[in-house]
T-cell receptor, first 119, second 109 residues
């Protein structure tokens, strides 16, 4: 149980375009979803926290107008990288924390990640 | 400030036992997590400790001492597939995860 999917797994785009990444909790309802970015050989960096039906909370240094997050339902959150540039190339990982039982209430379950390459 | 410390890299032999330590200083405590992350992949959940003591799950065990701000992950009967980074994370008083930098575990035949 507690499966999180992420789509797409890999995307290559031109500089200036926008990219949308979807994160879905498949077998539980996620009250909170988290978006992380990970550069090679570095630890996870939290970008933002989103609660269903409310605005996302962004970490310091993360531009909310560039990284648009929509947590429209208890099973879906999207991250849109607007006007992507080469420095946005990274591994983007979502995680979800749920309400179905004690285990999912406390544990973050991760999606498989999306590797973004901006040319 | 909030701080999670774990060794950068460890090396062990296939079939042996290895202990990865994690010490933490956080504003509040709502549990400690261990995750495994293979290169190029997202982390996968290994264990969650919120009370003192040892939690055993197959070849993996995790220990917590809240008074000492200390945890360890114990891996037994090491297999080559256990080569990965092991991330320690503490949930603070705001229920946010504070991440360690990860310990890269190298298993040698």
């Amino acid at each position: 149980g507690a499966v999180v999917s992420q789509h797409p797994s890999r995307v290559i785009c031109k500089s200036g375009t926008s990219v949308k990444i979807e994160c879905r909790s498949l077998d539980f309802q996620a009250t909170t979803m988290f978006w992380y970015r990970q550069f090679p050989k570095q630890s996870l960096m939290l970008m933002a926290t989103s609660n269903e039906g409310s605005k996302a909370t962004y970490e310091q240094g993360v531009e909310k107008d560039k990284f648009l997050i929509n947590h429209a339902s208890l099973t879906l959150s999207t991250l849109t990288v607007t006007s992507a540039h080469p420095e946005d190339s990274s591994f983007y990982i979502c995680s979800a924390r749920g309400i179905s039982d004690r285990r999912t209430q406390e544990t973050q379950y991760f999606g498989p990640g999306t590797r973004l390459l901006v040319l | 400030g909030q701080n999670i410390d774990q060794p950068t890299e460890m090396t062990a032999t296939e079939g042996a036992i290895v202990q990865i330590n994690c010490t933490y200083q956080t504003s509040g405590f709502n549990g400690l997590f261990w995750y495994q992350q293979h290169a190029g992949e997202a982390p996968t959940f290994l264990s969650y400790n919120v009370l003192d003591g040892l939690e055993e799950k197959g070849r993996f065990s995790s220990f917590l001492s809240r008074s000492k701000g200390y945890s360890y992950l114990l891996l037994k009967e090491l297999q080559m597939k256990d080569s990965a980074s092991y991330l320690c994370a503490v949930m603070d008083s705001n229920y946010q995860l504070i991440w360690g930098a990860g310990t890269k575990l190298i298993i040698k035949p």
